[in-house]
């Protein structure tokens, strides 16, 4: 069974203050790992796909990397506006369903 | 925008009423989904859908059932609602089949909050 955790569930930083988010993971056979965004009321928003360990992959902020074990969300000099619950998934080769784990949520402090 | 609709966006219900979450997509994605999201569990799967026609059970299918009549709609009903089904519900579709990496990917609608009392 493919099982998800993230840590810490939560994270204060200063607006400015670098930090990263942790999501590790145990798959038979990774087929995607996936970060999401969530904003309170609303769903999540889709961020990142990596598939393979080494990989990485950059968005304003956001930096998101790939291990045989772990993935990173490190976020630089963060805004106000990057506050949200951030969420990792993973899918394996047997079928398409996502495992999600229970998210980080991060809050920006001006 | 092209995306993922769910009505309502929320309900109050009583316990034992009969109740159809619905979910339509505007992207032609072939499989659909329904996921509940409670706090400290996390989003959990409810049902899917491969393609139309298709539906299979996810982690968590006691007390709902999905149809998919059509490639755009993913109605999910609770036969009989319970207070243990109180949650906030999201569907979410991809092109799942799709051989091109990355195709995969899920999208999510903004969800159902649904209180049953």
């Known amino acids: 069974e493919d099982q998800v955790t993230q840590s810490p569930e939560a994270l204060r930083l200063q607006e400015g203050e670098s930090s990263s988010l942790n999501c590790s993971y145990t798959v038979s056979g990774l087929r995607g790992l996936f970060w999401y965004r969530q904003d309170p009321g609303k769903g999540p928003e889709f961020l990142f796909t990596?598939?393979?360990a080494g990989e990485e992959k950059e968005k304003e902020r956001l930096k998101a990397t790939l291990t045989k074990k772990e993935s990173f969300l490190h976020i630089t000099a963060p805004k106000p506006e990057d506050s949200a619950t951030y969420l990792c998934a993973v899918t394996n080769f047997g079928n398409e369903k996502l495992t999600f784990g229970t998210g980080t949520r991060l809050t920006i402090i001006p | 925008i092209a995306g993922i609709t769910q009505a309502p966006t929320s309900q109050i219900l009583a316990a034992g009423r009969r109740m159809t979450l619905r979910c339509t997509q505007d992207m032609r994605h072939n499989a659909m989904y329904w996921y509940r999201q409670d706090l400290g569990l996390g989003l959990r799967l409810i049902h899917y859908s491969n393609t139309a026609g298709t539906t299979g059970k996810g982690e968590v299918p006691d007390g709902y059932s999905v149809s998919r009549a059509n490639t755009d709609d993913f109605p999910l009903t609770l036969a009989s609602a319970v207070p243990s089904q109180t949650s906030v519900y999201f569907c979410?579709?991809?092109?799942?089949?799709?051989?091109?990496?990355?195709?995969?990917?899920?999208?999510f609608g903004d969800g159902t909050r649904l209180s049953i009392l």
């Open positions: 990596l598939y393979s």
């Open positions: 979410a579709s991809s092109d799942w089949g799709n051989r091109r990496r990355g195709d995969f990917t899920q999208h």
